[in-house]
């Protein structure tokens, strides 16, 4: 099954779409990703310069103070026992601790590390289960407590054999005091570089997708076109091709009809009164064929012609008068309308526009025509109405196409013909049907003063 253009468009249009949106996906989240892993190795790096600053400090309050790095990203620091209540609490820490927030809120690592997002605020609470700080990742949860009981146990025989040991270990006593019986560090820690990228992704994805979709649209319109043009490209060749085929076939059909017509002349001489119907029927069937080649070279020559100054009143009063014996312009219509075409040319448009009211079927007498000009406007409208049977709302796009006819008789090329003399002056033209029945031609032309 073939599928259409447009649909075929659309489909790719919409397969593209989803693979840059998913591109788009893959890199913010690879800017998140990267966001949390540098906020992540903040944390631990804030964690060790501030047990690296506990030196010859009693807390902990003091040593963040002391450090001007610790005290612009820490708001808050805290201690919290087994029983959850502070055991040391110095900023912005809460009063007691509540462990259901690691389960709802945190994302946690291995070593015991919990991970609070808190985006009012634009920090991060970074809390530690203290049982496993110093565990090793293969270590048990419930081999944690004996495992820092063994180092405890060997720093203190360490020291009795080294005294500059011991007073190390006196400088950070505080540290282990504190860590002595607790359950949890919580550390208020302040990435705004993080809470930054984090922001500019939500904002920049929508705005990727809506860039996305309008090139993904601009794309297809000009896959779209560009398909219009080739086919309008290979169109034209093959009117190129057809137009010589025609102008010769037309060439060679003149000379069989004049010989016809000769003969049925010389036929109607020797038979005088009795020279019947049957010839009379050659002779229309004749006409309506030499017709019809004349109209196709009109078809086929130059649409523009000698373009010259034409009154429009003038030409349209005369070709009325000789197809409908009377001027069907209405009397308010203006009279010294110029327009630059090419005369004859238009004046075989607005023979074939009348025709074409005579033969809707309506009353001649309500056939009319008006020339206004436009408000505010240097061109000018021509109107040719008429009360037919009007025309189906299926073929009023096709009434300008090439050899298109709804008549038993008609050959559908007067008004193609027409179409191409009124847009080659630089006008344009177009057929609707009236309120209450009937159709009005109408042509919009530039005037010329």
């Known amino acids: ?18 693979l840059l949106s998913a591109l788009t996906i893959f890199v913010i989240w690879g800017l998140r990703d990267r966001a949390r892993l540098i906020r992540d190795n903040d944390n631990e790096r ?59 809120t945190a994302s946690r690592d291995r070593f015991g590390r919990y991970t609070i997002p808190d985006r009012h605020g634009r920090r991060v609470k970074f809390v530690i289960h203290t049982e496993r700080m110093f565990a090793p990742p293969s270590l048990p949860f419930n081999d944690a407590d004996s495992r820092v009981r063994e180092r405890t146990q060997q720093r203190n025989n360490n020291s009795q054999r080294n005294p500059q040991r011991q007073n190390n270990d006196r400088e950070v006593s505080p540290f282990f005091n504190a860590l002595a019986g607790s359950a949890y560090f919580y550390i208020d820690i302040s990435h705004p ?69 000769l003969q049925t002349g010389i036929l109607q001489k020797m038979n005088g009164e009795n020279s019947g119907e049957e010839i009379s029927r050659i002779n229309e069937e004749v006409d309506r064929i030499s017709a019809l080649v004349y109209r196709v070279n009109d078809f086929l020559r130059d649409a523009a012609g000698n373009r010259i100054k034409v009154n ?32 004859d040319r238009f004046r ?5 526009l009348i025709r074409n009211a005579l033969e809707a079927g309506g009353p001649p007498e309500e056939i009319g025509a008006s020339i206004r000009a436009n408000a505010g406007r240097s061109d000018i409208t021509i109107s040719i109405v008429d009360r037919g049977k009007g025309i189906g709302e299926a073929d ?51 005037s010329e003063e």
């Open 46 to 104: 804030i964690l060790n310069a501030l047990f690296t600053s506990l030196r010859g400090f009693d807390d902990f309050g003091s040593a963040i103070e002391a450090n001007p790095v610790l005290a612009e990203r820490i708001a808050g620091f805290a201690i919290y026992g087994k029983d959850l209540s502070p055991v040391y609490r110095w900023g912005q820490s809460p009063q007691s601790f509540d462990e259901k927030i690691l389960d709802e």
């Open 348 to 352: 075989s448009v607005f023979e074939n």
């Open 193 to 261: 570089a993080y809470w930054r990228t984090n922001t500019a992704t939500a904002i920049l994805f929508p705005f990727c997708e809506l860039i996305l979709l309008a090139l993904v649209f601009y794309i297809r319109h000009l896959y779209l076109r560009n398909r219009e043009y080739r086919d309008r490209i290979e169109a034209q060749k093959n009117f190129v091709v057809l137009g010589t085929a025609a102008s010769t076939l037309a060439h060679e059909i003149k000379n069989p009809l004049l010989s016809i017509r």
């Open 312 to 343: 429009v009143y003038d030409m349209l009063a005369e070709v009325s008068q000789r197809i409908c014996g009377r001027n069907i312009i209405g009397v308010d219509s203006i009279r010294d309308a110029v327009i630059l075409a090419d005369a």
């Open 1 to 18: 099954m073939k599928i259409a253009p447009r649909t075929s468009s659309w489909i790719a249009a919409f397969l593209g779409w989803v």
């Open 396 to 446: 009023l796009k096709r009434v300008f196409d090439p050899f298109f006819t709804s008549k038993s008789t008609g050959t559908g090329i007067g008004l193609s013909i027409s179409k191409r003399f009124v847009e080659a002056a630089g006008g344009s033209i177009e057929l609707k049907n009236r309120d209450g029945g009937g159709v009005e031609a109408r042509i919009i032309m530039g």
